[in-house]
């Protein structure tokens, strides 16, 4: 069992900074990825950032070079750095987690931001 909870969301105005974090608990000697994706109101969730446990990353490309996902050295901790935010950057985040052959999902944070 893994268990996810997401911190630091809320409301930003357009053009601002957020930073997320994610505390994963449980099995974490198991995980071999962590990430975020996101869902918008009446959209399907999207994938938004990874990292593995060797610290390989990705990101979507509606977010590539604002956002930046990265983890603490015990692992216990990962972040998403959100920068130059946009009105539809506005959503619920979910931290995720890969453990063997199952994702582990956090209980979403809401990400809003104002133009």
């Known amino acids: 069992q893994v268990q996810l909870v997401e911190s630091g969301g809320g409301l930003v105005q357009a053009g601002g900074s957020l930073r997320l974090s994610c505390a994963a608990s449980?099995?974490?000697?198991?995980?071999?990825?962590m990430g975020w994706y996101r869902q918008a109101q009446e959209k399907d969730r999207e994938f938004v950032a990874w990292?593995?446990?060797?610290?390989?990353?990705q990101y979507a490309d509606a977010v590539m070079d604002r956002f930046t996902i990265s983890r603490d050295n015990a692992k216990t901790m990962v972040y998403l750095h959100m920068d130059t935010l946009k009105p539809e950057d506005t959503a619920v985040y979910y931290c995720?987690?890969?453990?063997?052959?199952?994702?582990?999902w956090g209980q979403g944070i809401q990400v809003t931001v104002s133009s």
């Open positions: 990292i593995t446990r060797t610290s390989f990353t």
């Open positions: 449980g099995s974490i000697g198991g995980i071999t990825g």
């Open positions: 995720a987690a890969t453990y063997n052959s199952l994702t582990y």
